[in-house]
């Protein structure tokens, strides 16, 4: 809030209300109000006092929603102008380079996602639960359940299980040649990337210590 006043010396500044400034007790603080504000100011200079006053207007910015098909989750937002930043987060963290309406994710979590429009007002969603199983129910493997996620893909997937011990992952194109290939270590998530490869059929194969193995289809679209 920007004010002048004649007189320099021996003036006190009373801003009223208070909420939303930094200092209420200069001539030009910081105003950051949630809501539309009426602000006040009184200066006094001995028995001399001078009022005056500004609005400062606050324009809304709706709360975003998240919903999810097929494995992508949208932000889904109206009424809040030009959106010129999204921000994807997991469990609390920002999620480097997810910076679009959409997202992918890559394992299950809570996600929100905050915008920000062309006046710099921002808004973040409300927590998303994203659950594997809410794109496949799992294989079986030696009576451990596997995941492959989200299945169809348009580029990046996950293959997450809960058997206990090290286990060797391929990726096979519709020519049979192994195109992507991991030791995995337990239960860890592993990632994979096909974006660079054609869409189509591909076979997931896993094959573990004891020699068991488990093939099954992932499209790529």
Known sequence: LRAT?????????EWNPTQ????????NPLAAPRQTTTYTLIARSGNLKAIDSVTVTVIPIAQPTITESGGILTANVSGVGTIVRYTWYRDGSPIAGANN???????PGIFTVEIENEKGCRSISE????????????????????WIYPNPTTGTFAIQTTYPS???IRVIDALGK??????ATSSNIQQFDLSSFANGVYYIHLQTIA???????????
């Open 127 to 146: 927590p998303f639960e994203f659950k594997i199983t809410s794109l496949e129910q799992g294989l079986f493997l030696e009576g451990h359940r596997l």
């Open 101 to 107: 309406a959409t997202y992918q994710p890559l394992a």
């Open 20 to 27: 939303g400034l930094d200092n209420p007790t200069i001539l």
């Open 211 to 221: 020699g068991n193995k488990i093939i099954t289809k992932l499209v790529k679209h």
């Open 5 to 13: 006043c004649n007189v320099t010396q021996n003036v006190t500044f």
């Open 166 to 168: 090290s286990y060797s």
């Open 178 to 183: 192994v195109i992507l290939y991991s030791n």
